[in-house]
């Protein structure tokens, strides 16, 4: 039952996000091909690993956290966009986790590396609402800042500038190695399948926040996604959902 419940959910949420992506493209012009290559970096309050992703309850009063993508290569059309980042925080309603709410999070903004020119902050934006849950919030932002990652060690470190940060490390499977999600009843494309891990910390002060928490989730993946990818994702779901509506 639990994994039906998520799987409801899922289609849930493909209605809320095709319906605001509906609404954009009557004012918007049209969506150029796009595909990115890079390195997903992403961390909430939850412990690990995230119950959001499973359908379940935040670990706390809310689930709290967000994406940072890293760009290795990457085009919006004839636009490059190697070695760009883009990043989101939101939160969810108390009680609430993030795939049961979506459309319904407290807030949700974008972070969009300073290093872009104007075309690229453009580019960066439509793919940023379009794969990192845009249309979860009424009250969404976007910020252009700096997005850096050190890494030392085992230890991430990632910045959003003076919005806040998170730092987190892997932990080991029990026979060794990583410990791998794959294909959580969330996931997208780009979460298809992802690495485990721990924050060490995270702070973040936008949105009228001022987070401080440590030794919550923490997750790293590889990540190759496009446009086309994200179509038949929309497409696949939107079936899925008109399949459900005859059966009820």
Not at 34 to 46: D, F, H, M, P, T
Not at 176 to 199: C, F, R, V
């Amino acid at each position: 039952m639990k994994v039906r419940n998520a799987f409801l959910v899922v289609l849930a949420v493909a209605a809320v996000v095709l319906g605001a992506r509906a609404v954009r493209a009557e004012s918007a012009p049209a969506e150029k091909p796009w595909k990115i290559v890079g390195q997903l970096e992403e961390a909430c309050r939850c412990n690990g690993a995230c119950p959001c992703w499973f359908d379940s309850k935040p670990s706390h009063s809310n689930c709290g956290g967000g994406q940072v993508l890293f760009i290795e290569k990457g085009t919006w059309g004839d636009v490059p966009l190697d070695g760009l980042a883009i990043g989101m925080m939101g939160q969810s309603p108390d009680g609430k986790g993030m795939m049961e709410s979506f459309g319904e999070w407290n807030f949700i903004n974008f972070y969009i590396d300073e290093k872009a020119n104007t075309q690229q902050r453009e580019a960066l934006a439509a793919i940023a609402h379009g794969v990192m849950a845009g249309g979860a919030s009424k009250n969404t932002e976007d910020r252009v800042t700096p997005i850096t990652r050190t890494i030392n060690g085992k230890e991430h470190n990632i910045s959003l500038g003076k919005y806040g940060e998170f730092h987190g490390h892997l932990i080991e499977g029990g026979l060794g190695g990583s410990s791998i999600i794959s294909n959580p009843p969330g996931a997208d494309p780009l979460h298809k399948e992802y690495m485990q891990g721990q924050t060490t910390s995270m702070t973040y002060t936008d949105a009228g926040q001022n987070w401080k928490f440590e030794h919550s989730n923490y997750m790293f993946g590889t990540f190759a996604i496009d446009s086309e990818m994200y179509k038949k994702y929309a497409a696949g779901l939107a079936q899925k959902m008109a399949d459900k509506n005859k059966k009820m």
